[in-house]
């Protein structure tokens, strides 16, 4: 028999994305909703979070596309390049649309170290183009940690001078979706939510409150040795690994119960001390990740 | 701490306190007033917690260089100081590895603490005290 078979609290944690995507997949059936166009931007940063949303499990990429949102832009995902693809992307401002922003914005220079496109000889950057969508979407998430709070794009020494898409937005309202990379359900998820109901409960950090209301230390798999106050000496031991500088009590999400790569296992279930990617103040403040 | 220290540091706070009351004399500003409200309030807050470690915890006396051992590695106990007083935040659960968000334990922190939290001095509340800093 399954471990996990009796616990219906892991079960449901798990199901979150697909219950929320079932919903609003009846929702647009029963009320003949158009379904609503997606806009993926890359900014500063590594293109992480959209291969994070190409390993979804529960409901998968496919799904996603094929029964809830119309993929209209994607940097990565387009079949369209070169102005072609502009073209696509101002095509696109003109619908009703949900925007996704990853990566931070750099601004420095005029914003020159992160360009989206040249079209008809002009040089459209990353931040303008951002801007552009931001003030025609109807909702925006701020993906990533580098687009939530800065992240790794605008670490110390920060050449780029890149801010989050949290900041630059500052007029208007962004759900933040950080994680390093998002997992994959957090984004189909809050979508889902999005497209049924509206906007989700947040935190005081504009957080989902589904995904992001407990710490990694709540639900860690690990806290009873806390408790105990028993501690790991070194990477590998199977006790807590809050002496070796375990981020988990300091960042909030649901990685214990959730677990990554199609549920199979988290960081502190792999012997890795949290890093603490989903919350602010990383990775300048989370540093070191390892100390003996 | 001993007790000439005390003195010293509590007639510092009483000059500080008279200092504030003399400016709060000399302004009709709203603001500035509020301001100088608070900078006493936090003096007489400063003087409560000196009395009550003064008179609670007198363990141990902590140079920075004994407290340079207690950085929270390899094993090691994770000692602070803050306002003159020596914090234990082994166990405190945002000190992961005698870290906490760039701040490294086994010295002095209270320009960092003073950056970070404005002062707020109910942070410190919850940390067992092991001692003081000696100067």
């Keep these: ?292 | 701490m001993d007790k000439e220290e005390l003195s010293v540091e509590l007639k510092e706070c009483y000059k500080n306190i008279f200092n504030l009351k003399n400016m709060l004399n000399f302004t009709q500003c709203p603001i500035k007033r509020m301001q100088i409200e608070d900078e006493i309030l936090f003096e007489i807050n400063k003087t409560l917690y000196m009395l009550e470690d003064y008179t609670k915890y007198r363990q141990r006396e902590f140079t920075i260089e004994e407290l340079s051992k207690y950085d929270g590695s390899l094993g090691n106990p994770a000692y602070i100081a803050v306002y003159g007083i020596v914090y234990d935040v082994s166990n405190s659960p945002v000190w992961g590895g005698g870290t906490h968000f760039g701040a490294t334990a086994g010295g002095d922190l209270t320009s960092q603490f003073e950056k970070c939290h404005k002062r707020d001095l109910s942070k410190l509340k919850n940390l067992p005290i092991v001692g003081t800093l000696k100067v």
């Design chain 1, 1 to 292: 028999m399954n471990k996990f078979e009796n616990c219906p609290m892991i079960d449901s944690k798990s199901q979150t994305a697909m219950t929320l995507i079932n919903q609003s997949i009846d929702y647009i059936k029963q009320n003949n909703v158009p379904k609503l166009n997606l806009i993926w931007l890359e900014a500063t940063g590594c293109s992480g979070n959209i291969i994070s949303l190409l390993n979804g499990e529960n409901p998968g990429l496919y799904f996603l596309l094929k029964e809830m949102v119309n993929l209209k832009y994607d940097n990565s995902l387009s079949p369209y390049q070169g102005e072609r693809a502009f073209e696509e992307f101002l095509e696109a401002l003109n619908t009703e649309f949900i925007l996704v922003v990853e990566g931070a914005i750099s601004l420095k220079d005029g914003g020159l170290y992160s360009v989206f496109a040249r079209y008809k000889g002009k040089i459209i950057t990353t931040a303008k183009a951002v801007r552009m969508a931001a003030d025609k979407a109807k909702y925006i998430l701020a993906v990533g940690t580098c687009s939530s709070f800065g992240g790794i794009s605008s670490a110390s020494p920060n050449p780029s001078e890149s801010i989050s898409t949290f900041d630059y937005l500052n007029d208007k309202t962004v759900i933040r979706i950080p994680g390093c990379p998002a997992h994959p359900d957090w984004v189909t998820g809050t979508i889902a939510h999005l497209i049924s109901f509206g906007m989700p409960l947040l935190d005081e950090k504009n957080r989902p409150l589904m995904f992001y209301s407990l710490t990694v230390h709540d639900g860690c798999t690990r806290r009873s040795f806390f408790n105990k106050g028993i501690f790991a000496q070194k990477l590998g031991d199977a006790e807590c690994m809050f002496k070796l500088g375990c981020r988990g009590p300091v960042t909030k999400a649901d990685c214990p119960i959730r677990k990554w790569n199609q549920y199979v296992n988290y960081p502190i279930g792999d012997n890795t001390p949290c890093i603490g990617c989903a919350q602010d103040n990383f990775p300048d403040g989370m540093e070191p990740f390892v100390r003996y």
